[in-house]
């Protein structure tokens, strides 16, 4: 069955520690990827996706992305953190085939940020 | 544009009993999903919509109904609530951009909590 894995449940940095949260998927064909970031108490905000072209993604709030085809990984990265960016972070993928846009989400990762 | 609205935003039900979670969108968008979160577990999909008068099941549908009888508007019913049923619903609507590619929009949800 098609999955997606998150490698780490909750992550804990200090703030201007540099992020990487890691994104793997179960299947080798064509791929669209998306991360979202989801604050307390609100809705999923769409961080960055991946169609086609660069495998390196620039997306909102100063995160990147890059896909790795050949590792099947979308990992989400910035350089810098900032106690703002405490939310739940989640990796989504839709696998072509006939999906209609449906999404196969990861469990999340929980980033806190300390001040 | 409001985007993508969820009606209500909380709810709390007895055991046994039902209700209908209203999502509705203005982007005339052809494509709607129902989702759950629950802790842990990332976003599940119960049902999609391809279009006005279809649905189809998702990762977990058991319990649930849906209806598309207006493109604008996707239902999700829970005909007999049961606690297990205690989650953060998600609504999204997508538009495709290409063969394959979709990129969706969220609802900010609906808290519902079944006792």
């Known amino acids: 069955a098609q999955s997606v894995s998150q490698h780490n449940h909750h992550v804990i940095l200090s703030e201007a520690a540099s992020l990487e949260l890691g994104c793997n998927y179960s299947y080798g064909g064509t791929v669209n990827l998306f991360w979202y970031v989801q604050y307390p108490g609100q809705h999923l905000q769409l961080l960055l996706k991946?169609?086609?072209?660069?495998?390196l993604v620039k997306g909102i709030k100063g995160f990147e992305a890059e896909f790795i085809k050949s590792k099947f990984s979308f990992n989400l990265r910035k350089p810098s953190v900032q106690w703002s960016d405490t939310a739940e972070y989640f990796c989504a993928v839709n696998f072509y085939g006939g999906s209609q846009g449906n999404l196969i989400f990861g469990k999340g990762t929980k980033l806190s940020v300390k001040p | 544009n409001a985007g993508v609205t969820q009606t209500p935003k909380f709810r709390v039900l007895k055991t046994g009993q039902s209700m209908t979670l209203l999502c509705a969108q203005d982007m005339n968008h052809e494509y709607m999903y129902w989702y759950r979160q629950d802790p842990g577990m990332g976003l599940r999909l119960i049902h999609y919509?391809?279009?006005?008068?279809?649905?189809a099941k998702g990762e977990v549908p058991d319990g649930y109904n849906v209806s598309r009888l207006k493109k604008q508007n996707f239902l999700l019913g829970l005909e007999s609530a049961a606690p297990s049923q205690t989650s953060v619903y998600f609504c999204a609507s997508s538009r495709r951009l290409a063969a394959e590619t979709y990129e969706q929009y969220f609802g900010p949800g609906t808290r519902l909590t079944v006792t």
């Open positions: 919509s391809v279009g006005e008068g279809t649905t």
């Open positions: 991946y169609f086609s072209g660069d495998p």
